[in-house]
């Protein structure tokens, strides 16, 4: 199965960049190819020009080049992955601003749906597991980004792993790392 990984940090060398590696490991042992879009490498640009809005009238509109090479690179792909760190309880505004313009109507809803049938998203939290309980975090991104995202274009088997508190508990760090590594090796099997 190919898979686009979508990575979102300001630094490939970062914890973010590790679970990226152990995702992609996993992967490649487990028979995938790995087609890797960080977006900050390749400075996507994550804000919405006009020619990118969406058209409620025409669901057969042209977008950007940079759009049409963004959906190409999704078409080609079987199923999509995402790693990113938990900011505000969400995806990094770079994440979200990929969505927002490359994800349009007619092509990702609309009148037609994305083709990939599964999706994962891997998020690295700061905060512990008790901290996100408490205030519901966890199932209020679920909602937001699963259902919200996912399954309103079409992804009918998409999951959020969330990892706490991987800044300040090495051990929460290095279970995470393995957890990334298993998730690529059976995930998408």
Known sequence: MNVLVVFDHPRRQSFCGAMLDNLVEGLES?????????????????????????????????????????????????????????????????????????????????????PQSRALLIGAASASAEAYRKRGYDDAMRVQLVTGIMDYCGIAKAGLELFH???????????????????????FS
């Open 30 to 114: 487990a028979g995938h190819k790995a087609e890797i879009a960080d977006l900050r490498a390749e400075a996507f640009d994550p804000r919405l020009p006009e020619a990118d809005e969406p058209d409620w009238a025409d669901d057969r509109k042209i977008y950007s080049p940079e759009v049409l090479k963004e959906q190409a690179r999704i078409a080609r792909n079987d199923a999509l992955a995402f790693v990113f760190p938990v900011w505000w309880w969400s995806f990094p505004a770079t994440t979200k601003g990929w969505i927002d313009r490359v994800w349009n109507n007619g092509w990702a809803y609309g009148s037609a749906r994305l």
């Open 165 to 187: 508190d991987v800044t300040d508990n090495a051990e929460a760090g290095h279970q995470a790392l393995k957890r990334a590594r298993q998730l690529g090796l059976t995930y």
